[in-house]
């Protein structure tokens, strides 16, 4: 009996002794975060690209493959930190360009330049489409030899191949430093969606991509890059182009007359005084719009509206929402996940109610037009809970007739 007991003991203590050690090997290790193994990082590539307006060049690779971010900016010249402004007066040397930077484990540089060929017009010395200058050009910038040598040999394919029947000029450059462009330039495309496709719309450059192309749609994937990564269903002729207004303002819907959208922005939409609002509006339109009143949930006029079209401020009708923007939250009210023209719209801190939340006015009308939250869907996450009494519905068949035709790009 005694021999157990004291062989048990020692059991006892030998496993505690054991255990003490381990975690004395063990802890230290953990501590510095030795024991958890972490993956290597990602190796990425840069690359650098000038395809004429780096709005269009941005969006147009960002939507391919491998592709992990498209940074809008200015190279080629000499000029340290050159301004948009600068660079578009075509005095700093630079041209309107993209830095790639992309994973070679999933597209390779070959098919960067395939995607490149089919986005751009490279017969054009003087631009790209409307936009003219040298500060428009195409470049395809290199870094090594070997990205000299896939350029040379990706054009060479291209001129025997391709669809263009005139020389092939793109500019074929050493990089130089590359410089952000200014914040309001980047992803340009998904920030100002409206603005964008007016300006792509005018330009040109679809209308030619599409023509150029027919026919020759498998080009891309008969081109065997080192990855096998097959581009044909991302390089289809994209269906926007866009405007040479990127300087001056102007923009275009290739249906339509020329239109200034900083005309739609900064026009003076009139506001009648009181008494003549009591007279105008009705009064739940009066209660909502001037007093921050609140309408009924599922009572109001557009809380259900399916047609297409815009909707306007009741007061000074300035454009606010869109119907494509437009979703059923089940709240009783009309929701949008953003607003037409985010320069319509003030947002103000509203305590009422023994809660904060943000307020929605118009930024020319002055109306009370609801609240934003948080808890909207994708793409951005907000949702614009809108009184149907401050707003005014004009259907797409009408947009023309009242002065909104260049919105009917929305809708095409």
Not at 26 to 44: L, R, V, W
Not at 191 to 214: A, E, M
Not at 381 to 405: H, M, Q, T, V
Request: charged share 25%.
């Amino acid at each position: 009996m005694t021999h157990n007991i004291f062989t048990l003991i020692l059991l006892i203590a030998i496993t505690l002794v054991g255990a003490w050690q381990l975690n004395t090997v063990i802890q230290p290790a953990m501590a510095k975060g030795e024991a958890q193994p972490t993956d290597p990082p990602m190796a990425t590539k840069s690359a650098v690209f000038a395809g004429g307006c780096f709005w269009c060049t941005e969006s147009d690779f960002e939507k391919l493959p491998g592709v992990l971010s498209v940074v809008s900016g200015y190279t080629g010249g000499d000029v340290e930190n050159p301004t948009y402004e600068g660079v578009s007066s075509g005095e700093t040397g630079h041209v309107e360009a993209i830095l790639v930077t992309y994973d070679p484990d999933h597209v390779s540089y070959e098919t960067l330049l395939d995607h490149f060929w089919r986005h751009v017009d490279p017969t054009d010395a003087g631009g790209q489409f409307v936009d003219r200058g040298a500060q428009y050009r195409s470049v395809i910038f290199y870094e090594t030899e070997d990205e000299r040598l896939a350029i040379e040999a990706s054009k060479k394919a291209l001129e025997a191949s391709g669809p263009f029947n005139k020389p092939i000029v793109t500019d074929i450059l050493p990089r130089k430093p590359f410089y952000e462009a200014e914040s309001y330039h980047q992803d340009y495309y998904s920030k100002n969606p409206i603005r964008y496709k007016f300006y792509r719309t005018g330009s040109g450059r679809d209308q030619f991509l599409k023509k150029q192309w027919k026919g020759h749609e498998k080009w891309v994937s008969e081109r065997k890059s080192d990855n096998q990564v097959s581009t044909t269903s991302q390089n289809n002729v994209p269906t926007l182009s866009r405007n040479q207004g990127e300087a001056d303002g102007v923009l275009s819907d290739s249906k339509t007359d020329p239109v200034s959208n900083d005309a739609i922005l900064k026009k003076e939409y009139s506001v009648p005084d009181d008494a003549t609002l009591k007279e105008k509006l009705t009064p739940i339109q009066y209660k909502v719009a001037r007093q921050e009143g609140t309408e009924p949930p599922f009572n109001n006029e557009y809380w259900d509206n399916h047609r297409e079209g815009i909707y306007v401020d009741i007061v000074s009708g300035e454009p606010l929402f869109s119907s494509t923007d437009k979703f059923d939250s089940g709240t009783g009210w009309p929701s949008f996940v953003r607003p037409l023209e985010a320069d319509h719209i003030v947002e103000k801190v509203d305590k009422g109610l023994f809660m904060t939340r943000t307020e929605v006015r118009s930024k020319h009308g002055d109306s009370h037009l609801g609240h934003v939250f948080t808890d909207g869907p994708a793409p951005t996450g907000l949702r614009y809970c809108i009184n149907s009494a401050s707003l005014r519905f004009i259907p797409k068949e009408d947009l023309e007739n009242e002065g909104f035709g260049a919105y009917l790009v929305l809708f095409q």
